[in-house]
C-alpha cells in the first residue's frame, strides 16, 4: 500500500545581530601532504562568505582584521622510527612569533589529531603551519586540515 505523504517544514529567520554560536567569516584551507622539515604549501582554500578580505590565502595566510578567532587544525603526523617529530602553527605579527598549537608524536609512530583554541589577533598577522624533523627521518604530515573562523565579538 502507497501512502502519499507530505511535509511541510515552516520557519522563521531570524533577524538582528549574530549569536555567539555564529561567526563573521571562515576559511577552510587543505594542504599537501609535507615529507620535508619546512612550511606547509596550501592547495585550495574556501572563503565564507566568498568576498571575505578577513583573510588573506595565498602564499601565507594572513589576517587583516583583528578580532577573536577559533583555529581548528586536524591531520595525521607519522613516522616509522623514534625522532619525535612535531607540527606547529605560530602567529607571527610585527616580527613577534608565538606558538600557537604544536602536536608532537611523543615516540608514537603514528597520530591522527585535531585541535582547537581561541586567540584574540591584529591585523597583518601572519599563520605559519611547520614541520620540524631530524634530517635521518621519515616523518610526514598528512591530510592536513586548518579552519580559521572570526567570531564577532
Not at 594542504?31 to 585550495?44: A, C, D, E, R, W
Not at 566568498?50 to 583583528?66: D, L, Q, S, W, Y
Amino acid at each position: 500500500m502507497e501512502e502519499n505523504i507530505e511535509y511541510v517544514i515552516d520557519f522563521i529567520l531570524p533577524k538582528g545581530k549574530p549569536g555567539y554560536g555564529s561567526f563573521e567569516a571562515l576559511t577552510y584551507i587543505t594542504f599537501q601532504n609535507q615529507i620535508n622539515n619546512g612550511s606547509l604549501t596550501s592547495l585550495k582554500a574556501l572563503k565564507i562568505p566568498r568576498n571575505t578580505n578577513i583573510f588573506n590565502v595565498t602564499n601565507n595566510i594572513i589576517i587583516e582584521h583583528t578580532g577573536c578567532y577559533i583555529f581548528t587544525i586536524s591531520g595525521l603526523l607519522k613516522e616509522s622510527g623514534n625522532t619525535n617529530p612535531l607540527f606547529n602553527i605560530q602567529l607571527e605579527n610585527n616580527g613577534i612569533s608565538e606558538n600557537l598549537i604544536t602536536v608532537n608524536l611523543n615516540l608514537e609512530q603514528k597520530l591522527y589529531f585535531s585541535q582547537t583554541k581561541v586567540k584574540n589577533c591584529q591585523k597583518n598577522t601572519i599563520i605559519k603551519l611547520t614541520l620540524q624533523k631530524a634530517n635521518n627521518s621519515d616523518a610526514s604530515l598528512e591530510g592536513a586540515n586548518l579552519i580559521i573562523k572570526k567570531l564577532p565579538l
